[in-house]
């Protein structure tokens, strides 16, 4: 796992139950991509009033380094998860198996069933990466919840042992397990993807921004030898600052993750070119005044709300062409997600 605590910790997404919580973090994305982690932290507490907590589980899903889902499978990402979230992809293996429970309960004669995961990852922490010395193995699985249309995250950790013969960490045999479980709907599971993939984008164009303009500062020549040495004459160039705020653009039913930009204007452009291609391929367009709406959202904020926090800005609803001045639901939406300090 990697643990990169130096570094600004920003939620992106959160689910609560009555007595547990998951938190979507930003903080184990690193300058290296092939280490990037997403940090879902799971607590499980007393409940109201108090809200102690009893029990919390911290676990990292690579971003693009394949992992594992314990079943001899690899490629098991962070990204891949949203990907199947929000083409369906997830949806349709959870209905077939609340099918699939059905029939195993229908066979098993009162004997005890459980649904069984629909996606999983583990991993662990060895015990000389361990800050107490001791080897952990972690798990997350998703299920089906309890109701169509729902799911459960399920984080699961125990005491670990090096694998001698594959490397890597396994829960050691009679270690006693720690369990959260949160639910989750349909709808809510779909915004953890899109916020997810938009967080992604806007480190992707926050990192490669940096670089380059890093490389594209002139180097300074050195001074001439004074009297007394000039040790900041010699001193490694800092790299340029990174972007204060990044705009990450999102179709919901067509194209998914559509662009980003890193100021007020190029994120105006973004919005053009993301309508361009949206008119060009799928015959959709927007109300002027919901156009406007949005373009001034992207120069001046959002009106009455915190602009300083990530926050998504006022959907722009897309409509086919020859729908686009009447009263019907929209055919599709463009969302825009504003990241503040993007790390």
């Known amino acids: 796992m990697s643990e990169n605590n130096q570094k600004k910790e920003r939620d992106i997404w959160n689910a609560q139950a009555l007595k547990s919580f998951v938190k979507a973090k930003t903080d184990w994305f690193n300058g290296d991509d092939f280490d990037s982690r997403l940090h879902l932290s799971f607590v499980e507490h007393s409940g109201k009033p108090e809200f102690n907590p ?41 209905a077939a198996e609340r099918k699939a429970f059905e029939q195993r309960k229908a066979e098993a004669k009162g004997a005890k069933v459980y649904q069984q995961p629909i996606w ?8 000389q990466r361990a800050k107490d010395g001791k080897s952990e193995f972690r798990k997350i699985e998703i299920i089906p919840g309890q109701k169509e249309g729902t799911y459960a995250f399920r984080a699961a950790s125990c005491e670990g042992e090096t694998n001698s013969q594959l490397g890597g960490v396994q829960p050691k045999k009679g270690a006693p397990w720690t369990k959260i479980i949160v639910p989750v709907d349909g709808e809510y599971l779909y915004a953890f993807a899109i916020n997810t993939i938009a967080a992604w984008n806007a480190h992707q164009v926050a990192r490669v921004t940096s670089k380059a303009a890093y490389a594209a500062k002139p180097q300074q020549e050195q001074p001439a030898p004074a009297v007394q040495p000039n040790h900041q004459a010699n001193a490694e160039p800092q790299p340029a600052a990174k972007p204060a705020c990044v705009w990450a653009f999102y179709d919901r039913k067509y194209f998914g993750p559509m662009g980003c930009a890193t100021t007020p204007e190029d994120a ?9 291609k949206l008119q060009k391929e799928r015959n959709l367009c927007s109300r002027k005044s919901e156009l406007e709406k949005l373009y001034n959202e992207l120069l001046n904020g959002k009106e009455g709300a915190d602009n300083t926090a990530n926050m998504w800005l006022t959907p722009l609803p897309l409509f086919l062409a020859n729908n686009a001045e009447s009263p019907e639901q929209s055919e599709d939406e463009l969302f825009v997600m504003v990241f503040h300090s993007v790390v």
């Open 120 to 127: 999983g990852c583990i991993g662990g922490t060895t015990s």
């Open 54 to 94: 009893l029990k919390t589980i911290e676990i990292g899903v690579p971003m693009v380094k394949a992992g594992s889902d314990g079943d001899k499978r690899t490629g098991v990402t962070a990204l891949g998860l949203c990907q199947m979230i929000a083409n369906g992809t997830l949806s349709r293996m959870c």
């Open 268 to 276: 105006v452009r973004c919005a053009k070119f993301c309508l361009k």
